[in-house]
């Protein structure tokens, strides 16, 4: 296992902040946004990220580097990408991907230059990828199709087919819909255009679609994109044949209105792991105080369900963050049993609970509890509406962070049984449903002491099978 992180923190950030997460990933100071380059080299995972070194917000996109030997515990690099003066990524290195080109690294990202937006490209020679040399012909395409008329022309997905390579460029055309633009290339560095791999709907699935990644799962592919202005990921399970992707059951890769922007890549055992974007839920004066914006999500692994839809579950590394831990079993969950978890405090917990719904219109649990109950956040399934929300109305007694709602729909099997996996991290919290559906949302209790964790039910009982409480470590030093 690696080292846990040596943090380079500047003093006022750190372990006292009581909104940044331990063991969830992000930068030792300032602003991140997208992952980006994901790769494993040399038997170690890189984690890139759109950062701005200089302050809580976005700006100048630089590309962020972390490196990890077990997926969990990172360790910062210097910044691999900083935007060359005068050139065509004076004003950004913006997002995208890494492969692997005949055992060169290669980085193909936006360079952003008075407006236009254009992809580059970068290699490394050194084995920890620490030091990244731009392509002297850059930008590889000079210019957006002709003859469409584009919103947008940035992020990349890049893979091979036989001797080819293939590039998904997101973008939009103007008054139809998100599409993502596909090339072909010898060598990365001459690239043909082939035409749209497919296009969406503008009333349904937005203007622009960023951050397209398109990869093969099991039988099916998969294209994944966050549409401009959808604020949230959405994905296609579909047959890709003719160079035309024809999608076939649409899903929300997470719904819980702080997950943005992911990115997949394709480990040495061949799994599938998506990390995505946690956005901030306070306000932009509140980041700055706090010197810090921007968190990942843990890493997911991706398979495909039978009904063809995406499943997603918590990569196994994760469990080696697990401390003391609590176990019950066989609850009746009626308004008599509140209090039974008053013996865990937490804020850094990973929970695991099996409900069988029983009679009870609604019912889940409560975390970061404060003793009076004015502070909680309720994670909660409606049986009659098939749905689990977040309910973040109560979160925090301060009046400028978020809280909305969010809520996703789950199917019939939760009927039967309601599994969830629920990740806090002290602002985050990351929850997992039947392995079928995700909500990871934001929160920012005011209260120190609002650890507590509860159950709760509304209209009759339910019964929890089993919950496991973890308390989680830190991933930082
Ligand atoms: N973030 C990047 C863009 C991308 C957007 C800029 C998505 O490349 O479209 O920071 O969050």
């Known amino acids: 296992m690696s080292q846990p992180i040596r943090q380079q923190s500047p003093p006022g950030i750190g372990a006292a902040d009581p909104h940044r997460p ?18 494993r080299w040399k038997g170690k995972y890189h984690l890139f990220y759109q950062h701005n070194p200089f302050a809580a917000t976005w700006g100048l996109m630089h590309w962020g580097h972390a490196v990890s030997e077990d997926l969990v515990h990172w360790r910062h690099l210097p910044i691999a990408l900083t935007p060359t003066p005068g050139g065509p990524d ?10 692997n080109d005949r055992g060169t690294p290669t980085l193909i990202y936006t360079g952003v230059q008075k407006g236009h937006q254009r992809p580059c490209l970068a290699t490394s020679r050194d084995d920890d990828l620490l030091t990244w040399e731009k392509y002297a012909g850059n930008p590889v395409i000079s210019a957006p199709p002709a003859g469409l008329e584009v919103i947008g022309f ?23 819909g998100g599409t993502a633009l596909l090339y072909r290339s010898p060598d990365l560095r001459h690239w043909e255009y082939i035409g749209p791999l497919c296009i969406g709907h503008r009333e349904e699935t937005g203007e622009m679609w960023e951050c397209p990644d398109f990869f093969a799962l099991g039988e099916k592919h998969v294209l994944i994109v966050s549409p401009i202005p959808l604020r949230k990921a959405i994905y296609w399970t579909g047959t890709y044949a003719g160079h ?7 899903g929300v890769v997470d719904y819980g209105g702080h997950f943005y922007a992911p990115q997949t890549f394709c480990d040495d055992r061949g799994r599938r792991i998506l990390f995505g974007w946690l956005w901030e839920g306070r306000s932009g004066e509140a980041c700055q105080t706090a010197g810090w914006a921007g968190v990942m999500s843990l890493p997911r692994v991706l398979s495909l369900r039978p009904d063809g839809q995406l499943s997603q579950t918590p990569a196994p590394e994760v469990e080696r963050l697990r401390g003391q831990h609590w176990r019950f079993e066989d609850i009746e969950v009626s308004p008599t049993s509140t209090g039974a978890l008053s013996e865990i405090q937490g804020d850094s917990l990973e929970i695991l609970a099996e409900f069988e719904p029983g009679e009870a219109t609604e019912f889940g649990i409560r975390v970061r509890c404060s003793p009076d109950g004015v502070e909680q956040t309720e994670i909660v399934y409606d049986r009659l509406e098939k749905r689990l929300a977040v309910n973040r109305e109560h979160s925090s007694l301060d009046p400028a962070t978020h809280r909305d709602t969010f809520a996703a729909p789950l199917g019939s099997a939760a009927d039967e049984k309601l599994t969830l996996h629920i990740f806090l991290d002290r602002s985050v919290v990351e929850v997992f449903a039947n392995d079928q559906i995700c909500l990871t949302s934001r929160i920012y209790p005011a209260r120190s002491d609002s650890l507590g964790l509860d159950l709760w039910v509304q209209d009759g009982s339910a019964r929890l099978r089993s ?3 973890w308390e989680m470590r830190s991933i930082y030093g």
């Open 22 to 39: 331990c063991y969830h990933f992000l930068p030792p100071a300032h602003w991140m946004n997208d992952p980006n380059g994901l790769i």
């Open 90 to 99: 004076q004003d950004g290195c913006w997002s995208g991907c890494a492969v």
């Open 154 to 176: 940035r992020d990349h997905s890049v893979w091979q087919e036989g001797d080819a390579w293939y590039q998904l460029i997101g973008s939009g055309i103007q008054g139809i």
């Open 244 to 250: 035309r992707f024809t999608p076939e059951v649409q």
């Open 467 to 469: 919950l496991d409480v």
